[in-house]
């Protein structure tokens, strides 16, 4: 009698979703020399202002063509109609269309290596003590399965890797946004510069979030998002759009999907999975911004897995979320405060649009969006903007 050869995976790792994350993840893996099969439905583009860091573009090496803008400075609302602009002294925030960068990630995948598939998860079990078999529907209706080592989730808000790998209680709290894209008006006009992006801290366009306006050359994101259910996003877009005097414009595309607003507290399952981006709740709060944290989840997970494939130990995939949290856990806890506080009512609404005017404050902003890093080039601005911070709540104490 002779044993049976043991069975062989397909591929080392499955990446159920082809976003940033998920994409990022595929491409660090393949050129590492895994064998990767990544997995997105397409024909959809996630709602997102595409708005993408310095950091991100020299970090993950995306090539100038794909901007479609170049922004310089922002322009933020109050509640009483009164604005602020913060003017970017050394540098620019890049734009991307979702519609057109999610695509090129996933070719930068297959060209390294990657098997890239039109197709959904739909399920996973345990094949043996190794082996996962991992199902999955193609965009063509035919189901497949193969044999992988491990799962890496990277689908969305809505995840179904989470759902079968973890259970349905775990999700985390969300914000719900919906944006227009609309055509770009043409030439300059006082309420539309192409190379800067308004934001509404208004009540009557979010009461618990904000509105925003993104260019992106010959198109525009218009967009709001609230974790109020049945708070009505396209009365809100309405208003903003008409705010903003883009009411007239050609509408092109319209969007909604859910955001979460806080990372998960585990995001592997102790034995073959490990979620990434949307999926394990990488957004960051109070600016809502994720391409950039689900792109750098993407690499550590990718970096966990090959420890993972390497040595069969499940703990390799906890560090995911320990490195990631240990760079930027900080910044995390800050935005959270920002939101839960700032964001309450428009008193508090007006207040912080008043601190931002205080070129201090856009200092430390823009050089912590832009290299994802708390600004240490000039200690005593954090001082500065501590003691005006201390002075704007003392107001609001009192009043």
């Given at each position: 009698?002779?044993?049976a050869a043991a069975?062989r995976?397909d591929?080392d790792?499955v990446v159920a979703?082809?976003g940033?994350?998920?994409a990022?993840?595929?491409?660090?893996?393949?050129?590492?020399?895994?064998?990767?099969?990544?997995l997105?439905r397409?024909g959809r583009?996630k709602?997102?202002?595409?708005a993408i860091?310095?950091?991100?573009?020299?970090?993950?090496?995306?090539p100038a063509?794909?901007l479609q803008a170049?922004?310089?400075?922002?322009?933020i609302?109050a509640p009483?109609?009164?604005?602020?602009?913060?003017?970017?002294?050394?540098?620019?925030?890049g734009?991307?269309?979702?519609?057109?960068f999610d695509?090129?990630?996933?070719?930068?995948a297959?060209?390294?290596?990657a098997?890239v598939?039109?197709a959904?998860?739909?399920s996973a079990c345990?094949?043996?003590d190794?082996?996962?078999d991992?199902?999955?529907?193609r965009?063509?209706?035919i189901?497949e399965?193969?044999?992988?080592?491990?799962?890496?989730?990277a689908?969305g808000?809505?995840?179904?890797v989470?759902?079968v790998?973890?259970?349905?209680?775990?999700r985390?709290p969300y914000?719900f946004?919906y944006?227009?894209?609309v055509?770009s008006p043409a030439?300059?006009r006082?309420?539309?510069?192409?190379?800067?992006?308004d934001?509404y801290y208004?009540g009557r366009?979010?009461?618990?979030?904000y509105?925003?306006?993104?260019?992106?050359?010959?198109?525009?994101?218009?967009?709001v998002g609230?974790?109020i259910?049945?708070?009505d996003?396209?009365?809100a877009?309405?208003?903003l759009r008409?705010?903003?005097g883009?009411g007239a414009?050609?509408?092109?595309?319209?969007?909604g999907?859910?955001?979460p607003?806080k990372?998960?507290?585990?995001w592997?399952?102790g034995r073959?999975?490990?979620?990434?981006g949307?999926?394990?709740?990488?957004?960051a709060?109070?600016?809502?911004?994720g391409?950039y944290?689900?792109?750098d989840?993407?690499?550590l997970a990718?970096q966990?897995?090959g420890?993972f494939?390497?040595?069969?130990?499940p703990?390799?995939?906890?560090?995911v979320?320990?490195?990631?949290?240990?760079?930027?856990g900080?910044?995390?806890?800050?935005?959270?405060?920002?939101q839960?506080?700032w964001y309450r009512?428009?008193k508090r609404?007006e207040?912080f649009?008043?601190?931002?005017?205080?070129?201090?404050?856009?200092?430390?902003?823009?050089e912590s969006?832009?290299h994802?890093?708390?600004?240490?080039t000039d200690?005593?601005?954090?001082v500065?903007?501590f003691?005006?911070?201390?002075?704007?709540l003392?107001r609001?104490?009192?009043q």
């Open positions: 009698m002779t044993m069975r995976a591929y790792v979703g082809g940033p994350g998920g990022t993840a595929a491409t660090d893996l393949a050129l590492a020399g895994r064998r990767v099969l990544l997105d397409e583009t709602p997102c202002g595409g860091p310095t950091k991100l573009i020299e970090e993950f090496d995306i063509s794909l170049r922004i310089r400075s922002a322009r609302f009483s109609g009164t604005s602020v602009d913060m003017k970017i002294d050394d540098g620019f925030v734009m991307v269309g979702r519609d057109v695509p090129w990630l996933r070719e930068r297959a060209s390294s290596g098997t598939l039109a959904t998860f739909e345990a094949a043996d190794s082996l996962l991992v199902r999955f529907v965009n063509d209706g189901a399965t193969v044999a992988a080592r491990m799962i890496i989730g689908d808000a809505n995840s179904t989470r759902r790998m973890f259970g349905r209680d775990q985390p914000v946004a944006h227009e894209i055509r030439g300059r006082q309420s539309f510069d192409a190379r800067r992006c934001v208004q366009i979010s009461p618990d979030f509105g925003w306006v993104f260019p992106h050359g010959d198109t525009t994101s218009v967009g609230s974790a259910k049945g708070f996003l396209r009365a877009t309405r208003a008409e705010a903003a883009l414009q050609q509408t092109l595309r319209e969007e999907a859910p955001l607003l990372p998960l507290r585990r592997d399952n073959d999975t490990v979620l990434v949307d999926a394990a709740g990488v957004v709060p109070s600016s809502g911004e391409i944290f689900a792109m989840c993407g690499r990718a966990a897995a420890e494939l390497a040595t069969g130990n703990r390799a995939l906890v560090g979320r320990r490195r990631f949290m240990r760079k930027h900080r910044v995390f806890l800050i935005l959270g405060f920002m839960g506080f009512n428009d609404r207040r649009v008043m601190i931002c005017e205080d070129r201090d404050v856009q200092k430390l902003v823009w969006y832009l994802k890093r708390l600004a240490r200690p005593l601005a954090h500065r903007v003691l005006k911070d201390l002075r704007h003392l609001l104490a009192f």
